[in-house]
C-alpha cells in the first residue's frame, strides 16, 4: 500500500467535504473539535473509501479488503494492531494521517475480561468496527491549510489528483449547516422506567455497603422513530452541544454521531493523557445561577470523593504501561463546561514504556472507570445483573489508531445511534454510598436532554 499526501487552501469545512464526498457511500467518517485550537481544537479529520474493513462480533472477526472476505482466527484486537502496523507507508502530516477508524464497543471488554454477559444482545451491533480509509483530508484550523492524504495498491498520484479535483468542485458550493427546524416534540421511550432506575441504585447501594464496590454506572436506554437524517441529527448537535470529540461514523447502514466531553485516553508519541469526568451539576439559567451551581459541585463532598477515586482509577490504569513515575495530574478537580450540564474534570498525563502501544494502552484504560466503576471488573459485573441489555456502543470507545503509532480515543458518551430508521442514545449516572436514587435518575436525564433538544430541533 502506498501512499501521497498533498496541502492545499481552501474555504471548503470538514463538515461540507463529509456531506458531499463521503456521506453518500456505505462509509465515511467525521472527526471534529469544536473548541478553541488552545483546547485541543485544531484538527478536524474526514474521510471514506475505505480499503480495508474489520468488523468484529463475540470474538469472530471478519475483513473486508479488495472485494474479498476473510476470517482470520485469533484476538480481534491482535488482528486489528497487525493491520495498522502491517502498512508501513504513512505520511508525516499532523498527529494522525491514515489508520483504523471506528469504535469498540462496551461489550469488547469481553474480548480481555470474563465477565458475565447474559443481557439480550437487542442492538445487534458488532463489538469492533474499523476502517481504513484510503481516501482522507486533514484540517488545520490554526494554520487554515488542508492535506490531502491517499491511499492505493497502484498509482497513488492518480488517486490524489482525482480527490483534489473532486474538493475543487466544492469550492463555491454553499451548505445549509443547519435543517428546517420544527421543534416537534419526538416520543422517546426508556428502556428502564424510573422506579425500575431507582430500585436498580438501590441494590447496586447494597453492593457498595456490602464491601463489594465502591462506585457503579448505571444507565437507561432512549429509543426513538428518527425523524431525520442522521446528518440533519449531527448538524443540529455540533450547534447546540459543541464538545471536543465531535463525530459522525457511518458503517454500513450503522450510524453514530455524538459529542463527547471526555477522552478515554490519547497517546501522541510517547505522551499518554486520560481526562477523567465525574461530578455533574445542570447549567444555571442565570449567570449567577451557573456560579452557584458551580460552586456547590466543587463543595459536594459527594462528588468529590466519587472524583477522586475515579481520577485514582485512571491513573492506576495507565501506570500499567506508562514509565514508573512519569503518571502525573496537570490539572486537579476544575470545572467544565458545556451547553446543558458541567462537569469536574482533571487531566493526567504519562510516558508510555518502550515496550508498549496504542493497543497496550487501550486495552489498560478500557472501559473507562467513569462509565463501569471501581472495582472495575465487579462493578461490570454488577452492571451486567441490574442493567436489561447489552450496552453496546455506549461507553465503548470511539476514535483511531494510527499508522504512526498514535491513538485518540474519546468515550462513546452524549452518542445517538442510528440503526433502521431507529434513533437510540443511553445515558448514566455514577452511584455510590450516599446516592440518592431520584436525584442519579435526573442525572441521567440531564445527561440526555442535549441530546433530546438537537433531536426535537428537527422533528419533523
Request: proline content about 6%; hydrophobic content about 40%.
Amino acid at each position: 500500500m502506498k501512499s501521497m499526501h498533498h496541502k492545499i487552501s481552501v474555504t471548503v469545512s470538514p463538515l461540507t467535504v463529509f456531506e458531499k464526498l463521503f456521506h453518500p457511500h456505505e462509509h465515511g467518517f467525521l472527526y471534529e473539535s469544536l473548541e478553541s485550537v488552545e483546547k485541543r481544537g485544531r484538527y478536524s479529520f474526514t474521510g471514506g473509501a475505505p480499503f480495508a474493513v474489520l468488523v468484529s462480533r463475540k470474538g469472530r472477526t471478519e475483513i473486508h479488503a479488495a472485494g474479498e472476505t476473510f476470517r482470520p482466527e485469533g484476538d480481534p484486537l491482535g488482528i486489528l494492531r497487525s493491520m495498522v502496523q502491517g502498512t508501513p507507508d504513512w505520511p508525516p502530516v499532523a498527529s494522525f494521517s491514515g489508520g483504523a477508524v471506528g469504535y469498540m464497543a462496551y461489550d469488547a471488554v469481553r474480548l480481555t475480561e470474563t465477565i458475565p454477559d447474559g443481557n439480550p444482545d437487542d442492538l445487534n451491533v458488532p463489538d469492533l468496527y474499523f476502517i481504513f480509509p484510503s481516501e482522507m483530508m486533514v484540517f488545520d484550523h490554526l494554520e487554515k491549510t488542508v492535506e490531502l492524504v491517499v491511499f492505493a495498491e497502484k498509482n497513488p498520484q492518480e488517486k490524489l489528483l482525482h480527490l483534489q479535483k473532486r474538493v475543487r468542485a466544492l469550492h463555491d458550493e454553499t451548505l445549509s449547516n443547519m435543517p428546517s427546524t420544527t421543534g416537534k416534540k419526538v416520543e422517546m421511550v426508556s428502556n428502564t422506567s424510573k422506579d425500575e432506575y431507582c430500585q436498580m441504585v438501590e441494590k447496586a447501594k447494597e453492593y457498595i455497603l456490602a464491601g463489594d464496590i465502591f462506585q457503579v454506572v448505571l444507565s437507561q436506554r432512549f429509543r426513538f422513530p428518527m425523524p431525520t437524517m442522521p446528518l440533519d441529527a449531527y448538524k443540529a448537535l455540533r450547534l447546540t452541544n459543541p464538545s471536543p470529540y465531535m463525530y459522525h461514523l457511518r458503517l454500513n447502514g450503522l450510524d453514530l454521531l455524538g459529542s463527547s466531553p471526555e477522552i478515554l485516553v490519547k497517546l501522541e508519541k510517547d505522551r499518554v493523557t486520560i481526562r477523567p469526568i465525574a461530578g455533574t451539576r445542570p447549567r444555571g439559567g442565570t449567570p449567577e445561577e451557573d456560579r452557584a451551581l458551580e460552586r456547590e459541585l466543587l463543595a459536594d463532598p459527594k462528588e468529590q470523593a466519587e472524583h477522586v477515586m475515579l481520577l485514582d482509577l485512571a491513573r492506576n490504569d495507565i501506570g500499567q504501561v506508562c514509565v514508573p513515575g512519569s503518571v502525573r495530574p496537570t490539572d486537579l478537580i476544575y470545572v467544565e463546561r458545556y451547553s446543558r450540564v458541567m462537569h469536574l474534570v482533571s487531566n493526567v498525563e504519562g510516558r508510555l514504556r518502550e515496550d508498549r502501544d496504542a493497543f497496550d494502552l487501550v486495552r489498560a484504560a478500557f472501559p473507562a472507570g467513569t462509565v463501569s466503576g471501581a472495582p472495575k471488573i465487579r462493578a461490570m459485573e454488577i452492571i451486567d445483573e441490574l442493567e436489561v441489555a447489552r450496552r453496546g456502543v455506549y461507553a465503548g470507545a470511539i476514535g483511531y489508531f494510527g499508522f504512526n503509532g498514535s491513538m485518540d480515543m474519546c468515550i462513546a458518551i452524549r452518542m445517538m445511534l442510528v440503526k433502521d430508521g431507529i434513533g437510540y442514545l443511553q445515558s448514566g449516572a455514577g452511584i455510590v454510598a450516599d446516592s440518592v436514587p431520584e436525584r442519579e435518575y435526573a442525572e441521567t436525564e440531564n445527561k440526555a436532554r442535549a441530546l433530546m433538544r438537537a433531536i426535537e430541533m428537527i422533528g419533523g
